[in-house]
């Protein structure tokens, strides 16, 4: 089993920057594909980044590319989320997700396919 919690979120104005970081209990850290999802009020939970086990493959939703950087480093047991030029659209709760058996070769952007969940850290992006 893996346990996350998330950090870095705030209220920030338009245009801005943000870092959230998602720190994972366990040893075996670098056996889970990561994902990062949000959720805004009334909308379903949708994805945002995942990232490969080892870090070398990433993929993003349409809507964050070229403004949102997923990364890790298996050796502090972390995975974040670079996020520039932020919208107020990007308004949400953020959680981290990992799972042991997902590949990023199959593009895992559902929900469902991560086991485990962070608590989220929320994200107001003013206009």
């Known amino acids: 089993q893996v346990q996350m919690v998330e950090s870095g979120g705030g209220l920030v104005q338009a245009g801005g920057s943000l870092r959230l970081s998602c720190a994972a209990s366990?040893?075996?850290?670098?056996?889970?594909?990561m994902g990062w999802f949000r959720q805004a009020p009334g909308k379903e939970r949708e994805f945002v980044a995942a990232?490969?086990?080892?870090?070398?493959?990433?993929y993003y939703a349409d809507s964050v590319k070229g403004r949102f950087t997923i990364s890790r480093d298996n050796t502090k047991n972390a995975v974040y989320l670079q996020m520039n030029s932020l919208k107020p659209e990007d308004t949400a709760a953020y959680y981290c997700?990992?799972?042991?058996?997902?590949?990023?070769?199959?593009?895992?952007?559902?929900?469902?396919?991560?086991?485990?969940w962070g608590q989220g850290t929320q994200v107001t992006v003013s206009s």
């Open positions: 997700a990992a799972d042991s058996t997902i590949s990023l070769t199959n593009e895992p952007t559902a929900p469902h396919e991560y086991d485990y």
């Open positions: 366990g040893r075996t850290f670098s056996s889970y594909s």
């Open positions: 990232i490969s086990r080892g870090g070398g493959r990433t």
